[in-house]
């Protein structure tokens, strides 16, 4: 290691740095190509976009970092402006995000309440509601024959499903999923940016209230858990992180999953024969729901601070630096992946990093998947021929950490409705 770093008078490398602004509607467009020249050309490396940052997109030292939580720290120290503990977004959030920004040991108070809710085993019980709000949704709009699939379909099925688990009236949906949207996709300082914080605050407001009811008259929901719940000295836990825990619920479950089946409608158009292969044997949709995972990327970065002086992928990062972890990137890595910008549907092993790793790693990925593979086989049945519309399809014109399409529109062989209803 020490030889490794003797090129320089002072015996540390020279930091490599490189010009990655990923809110840019260059990294929106070359995404893939800017991802595979940084895995093998600088998996570590600084760029000083958005105040400066670390970008690390080889898979193996984004999960060392991953899995190193207390030198690469998630925490987001509110209290104190000056402070360079600034969360998981790059450009920060003003919010709370309960349990994502938080440390151990505060983290796993939170964490543990989350887990039992979203497992894999409540997740698989959960399908027949995800098929019924599915086909309710499809049900709108196949005897027209046209539909934006984003607007008719992978905007509310994840929404719908996001308030069933928390406990919130499912016909609120857009009042809760809007907000989040709106965040996700505007970029930072413009108009829609300065928006979604307004329609924020007032989702967290309507939050609180159903917060406070729950406390009282607890119902057999997720809001019901963190509202109820208690540390070890019986003291209910703090009214701002329940309230938190419950909106990064919403962030977490809403657009996430829009942008993946989003994207892999696209991709499935683009590639009709891998298309007719699944509608004609749906047991193979779960296997090509990982690939889709990784070669699309919903979520595309996450960033931590260093909490001391450390070395990674052999650069020097200091103490009180932001580092970014390019999931979409380490997908991408050929030292993990055999052949990986090759779209293979039934590759195996598919150790990919679209859900993190590590102690922060995605806690509604079970509910993301059985979403997943239900809204692929409902649209793959009903409506398998559909044409994607490419002149009016329009992309989040930049991606804070989730790459996704702002709508989709097709058109199809028009079907009668199968008579689903939506859920109460
Ligand atoms: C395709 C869908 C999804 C993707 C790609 C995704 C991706 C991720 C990633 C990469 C993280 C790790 C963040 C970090 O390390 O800082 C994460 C965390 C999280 N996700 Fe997801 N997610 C998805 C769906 C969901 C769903 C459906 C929910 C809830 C219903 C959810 C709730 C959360 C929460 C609460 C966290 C924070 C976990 C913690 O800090 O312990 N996500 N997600």
């Known amino acids: 290691m020490e030889a490794e770093r003797s090129d320089d008078a002072d015996g540390v490398r020279p930091r490599a740095t490189i010009d990655l602004d990923h809110h840019s509607s260059d990294y929106q467009r070359r995404w893939r190509e800017i991802s595979d020249a940084n895995v093998t050309g600088c998996p570590v490396a600084y760029t000083p976009a958005h105040g400066g940052t670390w970008v690390v997109s080889g898979y193996e030292p984004l999960v060392e970092a991953l899995r190193d939580h207390s030198t690469f720290s998630s925490f987001y120290d509110h ?237 020097r990062i200091a103490a009180g630096e932001r580092v970014m972890l390019a999931f979409a990137a380490a997908n991408r890595d050929p030292a993990a992946f055999d052949c990986p910008t090759e779209v293979r549907l039934d590759r195996t092993p598919n150790r990919h990093v679209a859900f993190g790793s590590g102690i922060h790693r995605c806690v509604g990925s079970h509910l993301a998947k059985v979403q997943a593979v239900v809204m692929l086989e409902e649209v793959l049945r009903r409506i398998p021929d559909y044409v994607v519309d490419e002149e009016r399809l329009r992309p989040y014109p930049s991606i804070r950490a989730i790459n996704g399409y702002i709508n989709l529109p097709t058109t199809f062989t028009p079907s009668p409705a199968v008579g689903a209803t939506f859920p109460e």
């Open 79 to 315: 209290s104190d402006p000056d402070s360079p503990m600034r969360g998981t977004s790059n450009p920060p959030t003003p919010y709370l995000n309960v349990p994502q920004e938080l440390d151990p040991p505060e983290f796993f108070t939170y964490r543990r309440l989350l887990n039992p809710t979203l497992s894999p085993e409540q997740s698989r019980r959960r399908e027949p509601f995800i098929r019924q709000v599915t086909a309710a949704c499809l049900d709108r709009v196949t005897p027209t024959g046209r539909a934006d699939l984003v607007d008719a379909l992978t905007n509310p099925v994840p929404a719908i499903v996001t308030m069933s688990v928390l406990g919130i009236p499912l016909a609120d949906f857009e009042r809760y999923a809007q907000p989040v949207h709106l965040m996700v996709y505007s970029p930072p300082g413009t108009p829609d940016a300065a928006r979604a914080v307004t329609a924020l605050s007032e989702m967290t407001g309507l939050i609180a209230q159903l917060v406070g009811q729950r406390r009282v008259d607890p119902a057999d929901d997720l809001i019901s858990v963190l509202a109820t719940a208690t540390d070890d000295d019986g003291v209910p836990l703090p009214l701002d992180h329940v309230i938190a825990a419950c909106g990064l619920v919403i962030a977490g479950g809403v657009d996430t999953t829009t942008a993946l089946v989003s994207h892999a409608l696209h991709w499935l158009y683009r590639n009709p024969a891998e298309r007719d292969r699944l509608a004609a044997d749906p047991t193979l949709i779960p296997d090509a729901v990982e690939e889709f995972l990784r070669v699309l990327a919903p979520v595309q970065f996450m960033s931590r601070t260093a909490t001391r002086d450390v070395e990674l992928g052999g650069q």
